[in-house]
């Protein structure tokens, strides 16, 4: 059986900085493409990163602006999002997504019907 599970959602302030993990058990992921998305109360779920299975392309939506980074430990089966300079438009559910390829591309990404595991998400709270 499959596990995704998200962690490190928090309050933080304007400005600050988080970092998510996503852990993945019973399945390999050296050939799965991870994505981070998010979704805001009322909005649709977005793509926030990607990162091919091997690490060597990273896809990102526009209001990334290179505050964030994504990151991969293949052994660890573990995903990774940090983030800076946040923004209270950054205030969402984040979701870790596992993809059925190693690379979704530039056009597929960011579509949620490619994902084959989800986890349950985790807040991110953008305040002061």
């Known amino acids: 059986q499959v596990k995704v599970e998200e962690s490190g959602g928090d309050l933080v302030q304007p400005g600050g900085s988080l970092r998510l993990s996503c852990t993945v058990s019973g399945l390999t992921l050296d050939r799965r493409a991870i994505t981070w998305f998010r979704q805001a109360p009322g909005k649709e779920r977005e793509g926030v990163m990607c990162?091919?299975?091997?690490?060597?392309?990273?896809y990102y939506g526009d209001f990334v602006k290179g505050r964030f980074t994504i990151s991969r430990d293949n052994a660890r089966n573990t995903a990774y999002l940090q983030m800076h300079h946040l923004k209270p438009d950054d205030t969402a559910l984040y979701f870790c997504?596992?993809?059925?390829?190693?690379?979704?591309?530039?056009?597929?990404?960011?579509?949620?019907?490619?994902?084959?595991?989800w986890g349950q998400g985790t807040q991110v709270t953008v305040s002061s």
């Open positions: 997504a596992v993809h059925g390829y190693p690379d979704p591309s530039t056009t597929g990404w960011n579509i949620p019907n490619g994902y084959e595991y």
């Open positions: 990162i091919s299975g091997w690490g060597r392309s990273v």
